[in-house]
Nanobody, 117 residues
Framework: VQLQASGGGLVQPGGSLRLSCVTS????????MGWSHQAPGKQRETVAT???????LYKEAVEGRFAISRDNSENTVSLQMDGLKPEDTGIYYC????????????WGQGTEVTVSS
């Protein structure tokens, strides 16, 4: 199973980045897709998930700044990140889970985001 993430980079505080993750149709159509963030020296945390019907949930710290979306024709899930803060720095991982209360079953390779002036 492959989840291929892209879109990370270096951005100044207040800036924006868009992350994308493509996977197979089998995974995309049958799983809740999401993004997790691992800050330096900290545990990985889920920041956003989206169901196959488009229902999105967010970690409180990113609510109103991040937006998760899915393109069903391209088997792609994206994370639009606006108003970035230094604490958003870290590795972002695309993932897929079978239920909201379960840990992800599949993980992408991660893409690095650095927010710094």
């Amino acid at each position: 199973v492959q989840l291929q993430a892209s879109g990370g980079g270096l951005v100044q505080p207040g800036g924006s980045l868009r992350l994308s993750c493509v996977t197979s149709g089998d995974i995309f159509n049958s799983h809740i897709m999401g993004w997790s963030h691992q800050a330096p020296g900290k545990q990985r945390e889920t920041v956003a998930t989206i169901t196959s019907s488009g229902r999105a949930l967010y970690k409180e710290a990113v609510e109103g700044r991040f937006a998760i979306s899915r393109d069903n024709s391209e088997n792609t899930v994206s994370l639009q990140m606006d108003g970035l803060k230094p604490e958003d720095t870290g590795i972002y991982y695309c993932n897929a889970r079978t239920a909201q209360f379960l840990q992800p079953k599949y993980w992408g390779q991660g893409t690095e985001v650095t927010v710094s002036s």
